[in-house]
């Protein structure tokens, strides 16, 4: 286990909903990065924070954001779902400053979008 | 935009026998990574080339990265059930924030 754990680990939600998944990251680290991972392909960067400010974005639409708190815990938030919406949402936590910043990743949450 | 395409993306082996994953890209990256991901779970880090030409082993599980540090390979000898799942390569930059730039993955089953 890597010490990174996410909830909720399933979803279902229907189209134009909204949703937050929650992301907790390993003891120590500082950095949290959040990736799409539609079924049968890799994982996609979506953004990462640092010091609880967003400083990397993949090709996301704001409909797209999140926030990083105090402890470095995580929510990626997604407003009006659409159907494509639907992939295992997985976010990894790292220490940002060491000469290979290692990413370790929780078991994701999967979502559904009806 | 970065891609990095791997090669193949299905494979089905016997038991014993031997297989090389391939991950090539137009692109240079500071380091490439190679992830081994189970069903239900997140990718979990198997190994981080830095140096073009490097060379790594893992057990029976052997990385190269390119001279030009624009592909890479994973060679696996006398794969064994447990090597079954899913293999993805990674290309780091690290710039104002560390971008990692995942392949489409080659699924491996090893067949008893």
């Known amino acids: 286990e890597t010490g990174v754990t996410q909830s909720p680990t399933h979803l279902i939600k229907t189209r134009g909903q909204q949703v937050t998944l929650r992301c907790s990251s390993q003891?120590?680290?500082?950095?949290v990065s959040w990736y799409q991972q539609a079924l049968g392909q890799g994982p996609q960067f979506i953004f990462q924070?640092?010091?609880?400010?967003?400083?990397g974005r993949g090709n996301f639409p704001p409909r797209f954001s999140g926030l990083q708190f105090p402890n470095y815990s995580s929510e990626l938030n997604v407003n009006a779902l659409e159907l494509d919406d639907s992939a295992l949402y997985l976010c990894?936590?790292?220490?940002?400053?060491?000469?290979?910043?290692?990413?370790?990743f929780g078991p994701g949450t999967r979502l559904l979008v009806l | 935009t970065q891609l990095l395409e791997q090669s193949p993306q299905f494979l089905s082996i016997q038991e014993g026998e031997n297989l090389t994953v391939y991950c090539n890209s137009s692109?240079?990256?500071?380091?490439l990574q190679w992830y081994r991901q189970e069903p239900g779970e997140g990718p979990v880090l198997l190994v981080t080339?830095?140096?073009?030409?490097e060379v790594k082993k893992l057990k029976r599980l052997t990385f190269q990265f390119g001279d030009a540090r624009k592909d890479s390979s994973l060679h696996i000898t006398a794969a064994q059930p447990g090597d079954t799942g899913l293999y993805l390569c990674?290309?780091?930059?690290?710039?104002?924030?560390?971008?990692?730039?995942f392949g489409i993955g080659t699924k491996l089953q090893v067949i008893p």
């Open positions: 990894a936590s790292s220490l940002r400053g060491g000469v290979l910043e290692t990413q370790y």
């Open positions: 003891s120590g680290h500082n950095t």
């Open positions: 924070y640092y010091r609880e400010e967003e400083n």
């Open positions: 692109s240079v990256f500071s380091s």
């Open positions: 080339v830095v140096t073009g030409g």
């Open positions: 990674a290309g780091v930059n690290s710039g104002g924030y560390q971008k990692v730039t």
